[in-house]
């Protein structure tokens, strides 16, 4: 059988660095004691692969958006059984919060799921824009921007992490932003 479509035959390995970048995106660096990126991604793409006949993407950037929700529904879990699991009296009480922060970004990004058909899209199709331009920044200015904006954190947070001074990391978001800007279109 030949199947013409984005994941026809092999085509779901060249989704792979796609799926990558965007867990360790999405997964919050405080967690990585816990959860490790590259495992969510491997089971995105054990999911999507397992499902790939229920995939309706006719385009790459239609495909991108199923394994995107996939990923989201595979990092769901794990944060649900990383909080089901038995708790040890000496967790950190940073862990918990971020644990707590991750669940939140992530059942809001779920619950858009009750959205009609067209919103879904669009949210999706925007999300995907984004993650697209975050690829392209430098390392730094894109680590100082997914810490802030996708996770929450403090400058003085981010500042700690990286060891920068708060004005080197303000001066890493402020061109991040600026670089987005540039690529992205203006919301509304």
């Known amino acids: 059988m030949n199947d013409d479509r984005p994941l026809g ?25 816990k959860l490790d990126a590259e495992d969510i991604a491997q089971k995105t793409l054990l999911q999507a692969h397992i499902a790939r006949d229920e995939c309706r993407g006719e385009n790459a950037q239609q495909v991108k958006a199923w394994l995107r929700q996939i990923l989201l ?46 919103q879904l899209a669009q949210r999706n199709e925007e999300a995907l824009q984004l993650e697209e331009a975050l690829a392209d920044l430098p390392d730094r200015q894109r680590e100082a921007v997914v810490l802030k904006h996708y996770h929450g954190w403090s400058l003085a947070q981010i500042s700690e992490h990286m060891k920068l001074s708060s004005s ?10 600026k670089a987005l800007r540039k690529v992205l279109p203006e919301p509304g």
């Open 9 to 33: 035959g092999q085509a779901l390995g060249e989704y792979a660095t796609f799926v990558r970048f965007l867990a360790r995106v999405q997964l919050d660096p405080r967690l990585s004691s």
């Open 73 to 118: 529904n595979v990092l769901a879990n794990a944060l649900r059984d990383l909080r089901t699991a038995k708790r040890d009296a000496t967790r950190e009480r940073s862990l918990d919060q971020a644990l707590e922060d991750s669940s939140q970004r992530l059942d809001a990004i779920l619950a858009g799921d009750q959205s009609t058909p067209s």
């Open 168 to 177: 080197a990391v303000a001066g890493l978001l402020v061109r991040g932003m």
